[in-house]
């Protein structure tokens, strides 16, 4: 042995200096090895997406150009508008009020739609209703389509990126909200319906800010679950989504990209909506969702629709009575 091991002694070595390396790039840097090729080192590329990584990034604003008018009303003009965010180009519908704007601007409210298949989406659906009333009471409204809607640009090529890049991209329209001269940047609030909801609670946990966010009928259970849910809907019964998540667990930890990992990072007053008979949204979830806002002391209210559906019908024009009052109260 003593006489193999001085033949060989610098081939020791060697394979100990790699062991040693491979060690600390794995420790140090936070990457993995793949599997297909055991020696080539690859980054994790969506671990900036972290709600902890998008806490401490920097999101900045750009121009909110008024492109076309959609519709002229009474009241307010509809406009399709864009602005510049993850490097790309969305659209989106902009509501502005009739007449002359009050000394500092007029409240601005973000409006985030739920799930809407590409084929039959169109600039404002699943938020124009709302848009309208709350336009036609002196709120300036802002629904943006994201990436890969409307007139927007194309998504990155990666299901989950997509999903991770929304919070930001709202993020960075809130930021662009001073380019509108109509408009006070510092009244600013979120209105989010299903999966919009998802998305406002993202927001209101990333920037810690301020943002009065009222709820109808909000996803708000753990990542992933929360997508793997309707996976029943699918074509393949969600076979391939299932598989993109796997792939996705295997390198990280879902629950540095689940809103109910970070409730206690959100500092704005909440207001949830739903109905008993929501059969996308089960009463349930809404329920724990209020019960872990109070028990960590957040300002919240919350009101239930016997009998609504997931459009909150027939309770509608309470719910929008109630959502717009609690925001002129708060903005």
Known sequence: ??????????????????IGATW?????????????????????PLE????ANLRQASFTGSEIKLERVLAEEAGYTSWMFVYDADGGKISGQVNIPKGEPPAGGRPVIVMLRGYVDQEIYE????????????AANGFITLAPDFLGYGESDLPPNNT??????????????????????????????????SNGGQIALSVLEITGKDYPAVL?????KPFPYSILYYTDEFDDYGRALRQVVAGFEAVYNADDYSIHRYYDWISAPTQIHQGTSDDAVPYEW???????????DK???????????HNLLPAWDTAVSRSMEWFAARL
């Open 24 to 44: 600390w790039v794995r420790t140090d840097k936070q990457v993995f090895l793949s599997p297909e090729a055991p020696y080539v080192l690859l980054e994790k």
């Open 216 to 220: 109808w009928a909000p996803v708000s």
């Open 160 to 193: 989950l990126q997509e999903r991770f890049m929304r919070p930001g991209q709202v993020i960075q329209l809130i930021e662009s909200v001073k380019s509108l001269p109509q408009a006070d940047p510092d009244r600013v609030g979120i209105w989010g319906h």
């Open 286 to 296: 809404s329920q724990e969702l209020n019960d872990r806002l109070e028990a960590l």
């Open 299 to 309: 300002e919240v209210e919350f009101y239930t629709y016997p009998g609504a559906d």
């Open 1 to 18: 042995m003593n006489g193999w091991f001085k033949r060989h002694w610098w081939w020791v070595l060697i394979l100990l200096a790699v």
């Open 123 to 134: 600039i404002g659906v699943g938020t124009s209703r709302v848009a309208a009333v709350l």
């Open 48 to 51: 900036k997406y972290s709600f």
